[in-house]
């Protein structure tokens, strides 16, 4: 079984800033892409940022310049940092990757559960 788990959300002030960590564990062969989307109260889930094997990235446009998307390899983790935030950043941070299990070959989507992020004076 694979596992993703986020954690470092929390409530900030606008302004300020936070770093997301997600650790995927389990039986896991390989890992490419790997990500973060969020979901805002009433609003359908988006994508925030994604970073391929190779480390390149692409982000959505209502955060470019403020966040960064960075992975760990070695540790089967990814890390979002959020500068600036906007109280329009308020969301459930979703973390995913696409990995091949241990258990097989082809690849799947696992999603983490998600950590609330709050920006509010």
């Known amino acids: 079984q694979v596992q993703l788990v986020e954690s470092g959300g929390g409530l900030v002030q606008p302004g300020g800033s936070l770093r997301l960590s997600c650790a995927a564990s389990?039986?896991?062969?390989?890992?490419?892409?790997m990500g973060w989307h969020r979901q805002g109260a009433g609003k359908q889930r988006e994508l925030v940022a994604a970073?391929?094997?190779?480390?390149?990235?692409n982000y959505a446009d209502s955060v470019k310049g403020r966040f960064t998307i960075s992975r760990d390899n070695a540790k089967n983790t990814v890390y979002l940092q959020m500068n600036s935030l906007k109280s329009e950043d308020t969301a459930v941070y979703y973390c995913s990757a696409n990995i091949a299990s241990g258990s097989g070959t082809s690849w799947y989507r696992y999603w983490g559960q998600g950590t609330q992020v709050t920006v509010s004076s």
């Open positions: 970073i391929a094997s190779d480390l390149s990235t």
């Open positions: 389990g039986s896991i062969f390989s890992i490419s892409d």
